[in-house]
């Protein structure tokens, strides 16, 4: 392996352990901090930071179609953490409704940049052949980065106050652009990172028509279960939490992040297990078992309401979403790959999959609501089943020769 390459999948590979507290902001903490350190009430919150979560929807798309066309890779990556960075230590010093929400608004924007410019750089490093691997070991590395600072804000927090919260984001987010900056540019094939073939722009080839996404059915069809798979996921964990809560007062917050811990610890391995195997396995079993996971963890937390077996189920969700995580990418590498648009894909199907997320949130609570939370974990196990079947019956494995065709 040439040594630019060496060096960069070495930075990559820290890169992946520090995004971990950068990729999603402050992600739950801020609710809790907003909560606790300012007394904004439960509605204020939700509408500042919903804005946030529509612009970043609406965004992933024309961000995606932005890293395609953009050589400036690392610079694109680095900027977007540093935004990001910032937006959250910007709250403290103007902790209302409107500099929240505007904060909350700009760090979608960026935050929406991290992922597909990541993993647009790592296929134009690896290239095609090698990226099933480099997907996983990014995914796995960023669960265990995850879990790691999860630990610290747990281990600091009671002698540190929600200042932790801050530092961290302040020392990773540095770190994380520095490692982005650290990657060697004449590592990164700039063609083959937005899904064009190896040597691409000496053949004269151009990216394709948009068209050629549009009529691709197999891209369509992972689309459409990735939005059934969001939808029964997005919301199991959140009745989870809330089911303990209820059932165990003034110990509801230890006890979502046992949840939360557990699934990152069973995530790690997972991630790493489909890097190394989808390449021989192929995507498609692994992507029917992260399915399965998922319809069988929602029907196992109607079985018992002891503590220890609710969070036990949970580590099925390291097992879901460790697979869809890690073979997201990698799917729509193999489905766009020679057209040119690896990145704007990735928006594109992302953006359907968040939809998914969405619609799960108003549903389960719906369901709570009128039937209780067994009836609502069935119904996402049920609509995790049908997404595994829709998955089974119409999506053709991807995995296909990494070398290119012949001319």
Known sequence: MPEPTRRAERALDVLSLLLSDVRYGLGAYLGVYLLTEHAWDEASIGVALSMGGLVGLLSQT??????????????????????????????????????????????????????????????????????????????????????????????????????????????????????????????????????????????????????????????????????????????????????????????GIALTAACAIAAQAVMVPTAALAGARADRWGRRPLLLAAFAALALRGALYTLFDHPAWLIGVQVLDGVGAGLIGALFPVVVADLTRGTGHFGAAQGAVGTVHAVGGIVSGATAGLIVVWAGYDAAFLALSAIAALGGLLFWLFMPETLQDPSPPPE
């Open 62 to 251: 024309p961000i995606g179609l932005m890293v395609d066309a953009t050589r400036a890779k690392r610079a694109l990556l680095a900027g977007a953490v540093l935004v990001v960075t910032a937006t959250c230590l910007a709250i403290p010093l103007a902790p209302r409704f409107w500099p929240v929400a505007a904060a909350a608004v700009v760090g979608a924007l960026a935050g929406t940049a991290i992922t597909p410019t990541l993993a647009a750089v790592s296929l134009g490093i690896v290239g095609p052949g090698r990226f099933a691997g480099r997907a996983g070991r990014n995914e796995a590395l960023f669960h265990l980065g995850n879990a790691g600072v999860n630990l610290v804000i747990l281990a600091s927090a009671p002698f540190v106050g929600t200042s932790i919260l801050f530092w961290m984001m302040a020392a990773t987010g540095a770190a994380s652009a520095l490692a982005a900056l650290a990657v060697p540019e004449r590592a990164i094939d700039h063609a083959v990172a937005r899904g064009l073939l190896p040597d691409a722009v000496e053949g004269g080839r151009r990216p394709s028509p948009w068209g050629a996404l549009l009529a691709s059915r197999p891209l369509l069809v992972f689309a459409g279960c990735g939005a059934l798979f969001h939808m029964a996921n997005g919301s199991m964990l959140g009745l989870v939490a809330q089911k303990l809560a209820l059932q165990n007062v003034g110990l």
